[in-house]
């Protein structure tokens, strides 16, 4: 008898409350799962927590939620839209808002709205050599692909407090007019392109620093000086970008090109202009990166692209669509393996100070010359 009494009892009472005493314990759980810290610090520390699977499912998820993003970035417009054509195809519900600015304003414009905690940009695309200027403003994201990448395309790291992917790399070329210069009288090599007979006959690009910092590195102080005063000698006529330097040797009013794109060339001669070219001597490579900002107002939509940028699939069709690159995800196969370029040297950030120091160098030689 007193056992079926205790039996009722500890159905009506004591069980109830053991399984109420398991849900408050279990909830905070529950509810750490079904809702992801939504903005600041907190979602860059989750996220790193995730193994990648994990992550992938949370950040397609999250993102398609969030449903947009806005993408800064110093690259030309249509080469943007096809990235976003791209990325749309895997994600049709997430709106990409693009704001092309120019790689000075670009860093200027993060780092004001990033001093005012008002960033509108949840991911930037620029050139490697001005992330050191604008890290502050950077997440220390570092994607799922990050361990599939050459360590040379690699930026920052979560142990710096920011992190960004070179995804792509543009390799320089020397580049002129077949209808004017024949292949055997081409330069070579940028010591060739410094000779004086090409004064007044060459083009390159104003923004000069990353050649300047890594001249200085290849050479010492000195001897860089040297090279890099006689190839402002010549008097180049300047452009504000790579594409406007390949437009100005297709249309004629340049006959040679020194650091423009080789992407960009084999699309002219696609097009019939009657252009050439060799990757320049040294090599160098300008690297487009990819990174979230720390402020994002849609973090995963941002760190989502960035996953979609730095895959292998993607820079794969990227390849396909733009020959002439180079990738450093080592999960891809390329038609121009980074591999086959000898003693590649990739522009990497330059701090504040020396950009500084460089850009007056590349104003004094260059710019003011004209």
């Not at 010591?191 to 923004?207: C, H, I, N």
């Not at 760190?303 to 990738?327: H, I, N, Q, W, Y």
């Amino acid at each position: 008898m007193a056992t079926a009494r205790f039996k009722r009892l500890f159905q009506r009472c004591i069980l109830p409350a053991i399984a109420t005493v398991c849900l408050q314990t279990l909830s905070p759980l529950a509810d750490a799962q079904a809702a992801p810290p939504q903005s600041g610090p907190a979602v860059w520390t989750y996220l790193a927590t995730l193994p990648p699977a994990q992550r992938m499912t949370v950040l397609k998820q999250e993102a398609a939620r969030e449903g947009k993003l806005v993408l800064y970035g110093a690259i030309a417009i249509e080469r943007a839209q096809i990235l976003i054509d791209l990325f749309h195809k895997d994600y049709p519900n997430i709106d990409v808002q693009f704001v092309r600015l120019t790689t000075t304003d670009l860093p200027q414009r993060l780092m004001i709205e990033q001093r005012a905690n008002r960033v509108n940009a949840d991911a930037a695309i620029i050139t490697s050599d001005r992330l050191d200027i604008m890290s502050a403003a950077l997440a220390p994201y570092e994607p799922t692909s990050w361990p599939d990448f050459d360590p040379r395309f690699l930026n920052g790291g979560k142990d710096k407090g920011w992190a960004a992917v070179n995804y792509e790399v543009m390799v320089e070329a020397i580049a002129w007019r077949t209808d004017r210069i024949s292949k055997s009288q081409a330069p070579k090599t940028l010591d060739e392109v410094a000779d004086p007979k090409w004064k007044g006959r060459t083009g390159t690009v104003t923004s000069l620093e990353h050649l300047v910092d890594s001249y200085g590195t290849l050479y010492g102080q000195a001897v860089a000086t040297a090279k890099v005063g006689k190839l402002a000698a010549l008097d180049n006529h300047l452009y504000p970008s790579i594409a406007g330097l390949s437009e100005g040797l297709g249309s004629g009013q340049i006959d040679l090109a020194w650091g423009v794109s080789a992407m960009r060339i084999i699309r002219l001669q696609k097009a019939g202009a009657p252009v050439d070219f060799v990757y320049e001597s040294p090599a160098f490579g300008v690297p487009d990166a990819i990174a979230v900002t720390t402020q994002a107002k849609n973090p995963y939509a941002g760190a989502l692209f960035m996953e979609f940028l730095t895959s292998a699939k993607t820079l794969e069709a990227v390849d396909k669509g733009e020959p002439g690159l180079v990738f450093g995800n080592r999960k891809g196969t390329y038609s121009k393996p980074v591999a086959s370029l000898q003693g590649l040297t990739i522009f990497g950030p330059i701090s504040e100070s020396n950009y500084r120091t460089e850009n007056r160098e590349v104003q004094s030689l260059f710019i003011r010359r004209n």
